[in-house]
């Protein structure tokens, strides 16, 4: 199954990426990606720059998250209490892919550039591609939202994810 959904994946990053470069010469509209029947690229919700993903409680969903900036970027899980959210910062390189599973609605992710001395705060609406694919499934019973696989290449990406079960 993850062999069918490699070349899906590949064609939506080429689409991610020309549309992500039409809009940093100048701000204009997003433009809509056509879905593809394997992984369904996503409208983000976003507020105050962060992005919201909408998760399935009853279940859990998975989310493919692309870095599509220039710059490499710490994905994080802002909250109102920090200690709650120990762990959640996630680097991840240009032109590469994480995978979050989610069972939590409304789950915000804010997007960061850290360098000495300073952090520089990114819109996470354009510094990342999200896709939700709907052919791949995850069994678990250990409930949360995660990280499955962080800051991969595509093709190491779904290999890691194959290794955790998720078919």
Not at 34 to 48: E, I
Not at 54 to 75: A, C, D, R, Y
Not at 107 to 122: A, H, M, N, R
Request: with cysteine; hydrophobic share 40%; charged share 20%.
């Amino acid at each position: 199954m993850l062999k069918k959904v490699m070349p899906a994946l590949a064609g939506i990053f080429l689409c991610t990426q020309l549309s992500f470069a039409a809009t940093t010469a100048a701000p204009a509209p997003a433009k809509v990606v056509k879905p593809h029947n394997t992984c369904v690229p996503m409208k983000l919700k976003s507020h105050d720059k962060n992005i919201f993903l909408e998760g399935t409680p009853e279940t859990g969903q998975i989310f493919l998250i692309k870095n599509q900036s220039p710059k490499s970027v710490w994905i994080d899980h802002p909250v109102k209490h920090p200690s709650a959210s120990a762990g959640w910062s996630s680097y991840i390189r240009t032109n590469e892919w994480s995978a979050l599973f989610l069972d939590k609605k409304d789950f915000s992710l804010s997007c960061s550039v850290i360098q000495p001395g300073k952090v520089e705060t990114l819109d996470c609406a354009q510094a990342l591609s999200v896709c939700k694919p709907s052919h791949l499934t995850y069994t678990t019973t250990r409930k949360g939202s995660f990280w499955l696989v962080e800051g991969k290449p595509l093709k190491e990406l779904m290999k890691a994810l194959e290794k955790r079960g998720v078919k």
